[in-house]
């Protein structure tokens, strides 16, 4: 699963473009929180990945022992994020969920307080 993380930041690097000027956003996110559950129980111990292909933002943070993750202030820009779960047991959630090219977790990430609950489902 690592392989595939590496080999998609990599891809998304190389598709968006290059520039003399690095991405400056103009915003960022005052506070991310949030839990990830699938069929109503917390994942654990799990790495959410959060990518912005378009801008080159790719930041990672991990779930504790009841499933709740925060992002530090001013570490995450304001917009919309590509997001994939990697549990510690990858048995823990469908694989769509761990997959950056299959995820369908689409994250909003605005200006000011985020609470951000991660619900994945089971539907096909």
Known sequence: MRTLFFLFIVT??????????PYQPKEKAESITGTVTFN???VTNAEIYFF???HGVHFAVKTDAEG???????DLPVGSYVTFV???NPKDIPQKYQNP??????LEIKNGNNDLNIVLENKK
Request: charged share 15%; hydrophobic share 30%; net charge positive.
């Open 12 to 21: 998304s690097v190389l598709t968006c473009g290059c520039s003399n000027k």
């Open 86 to 88: 990697t549990p510690a």
């Open 40 to 42: 109503n129980k917390t």
């Open 52 to 54: 912005d292909s378009a």
């Open 101 to 106: 090219l299959e995820s369908p977790l689409i």
């Open 68 to 74: 709740k993750f925060t992002v530090a202030p001013n």
